[in-house]
């Protein structure tokens, strides 16, 4: 495998990992941190992925319609799992159901396993594109790991398990880079997949991640928006 998505994977691990670790001294700073990789994840959606995703289809001939088609589902599709799967919020209304935690945390790992196999497939289009979509996720990274221990914990999971499941969501990336770098993937499907991330990351960004900043009137939550939007842009203009 290449070097360059090597220390991607293990950025993706590291950042998982501190995010689920510093949840509990730094709560005040989550609406940034949420803010920050909203805006940075739907940036990466519609100046990288979909782009890439509409070049590539027309390469092969796909028509744009059925590339469109599939972000929206792949966003509906989102919405589902976060209605039946994950009780996400980390907003102030509890439920101390004792199985959502573990059901929550594991969904999430799955969506991990996809942000590495984000970051495979859009390597697989260059290395340019691998970087910025690698760089987005990382990011975000980082709020995946705050969630799956927010999840734990609301949940009353003792605190070894929530370890437990925070290394796992962290390993989960690497798993999702192995796979997409390593199995062979035609360019069709290529096309589609990455696609299926838009609605995904869209999702993501503008109904879990943003709602989360919404309590916090601070200038500062605009401004780490701002932020992300701004450094996906400058990148996807350079690289
Ligand atoms: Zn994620």
């Known amino acids: 495998m290449d070097r360059l998505i090597l220390i991607f994977a293990l950025a993706a691990f590291i950042s998982t990992l501190v995010g689920g670790a ?31 995703s509409l070049e590539l289809a027309g390469s092969v001939n796909i028509p744009v319609r059925y590339v469109m088609i599939t972000v929206v589902l792949s966003f509906f599709l989102y919405s589902l799992i976060e209605r039946f799967l994950l009780t996400h919020h ?19 790992i799955l969506h991990s396993f996809l942000d590495g196999a984000a970051i495979g497939a859009a390597f697989r289009i260059n290395a340019s594109v691998g970087l910025i979509v690698a760089l987005a996720v990382i990011f975000h990274d980082f709020t995946d790991g705050i969630n799956t221990v927010t999840l734990m914990l609301k949940n009353k999971q003792h605190i070894k398990r929530t370890i437990t499941f925070l290394v796992f969501d962290a390993l989960a990336p690497f798993v999702g880079i192995l796979a997409t770098t390593t199995i062979n993937i035609s360019e069709s499907v290529l096309a589609i997949m990455l696609a299926a991330f838009v609605g995904e990351f869209l999702y993501i960004g503008a109904s879990t991640l943003l709602p989360e900043t919404r309590n916090n009137l601070s200038k500062g939550v605009v401004i780490a928006m701002a932020t992300g939007i701004f450094l996906i842009m400058l990148l996807t203009s350079f690289i």
């Open 22 to 52: 510093i949840i509990v001294k730094f709560r005040k700073y989550l609406p940034f941190f949420f803010a920050f990789a909203a805006g940075s994840l739907i940036a990466v959606s519609f100046l990288d992925l979909l782009p890439e």
């Open 90 to 108: 980390i907003g102030d209304h509890d439920d101390h159901n004792h199985i959502m935690g573990p059901i929550g945390a594991g969904s999430l």
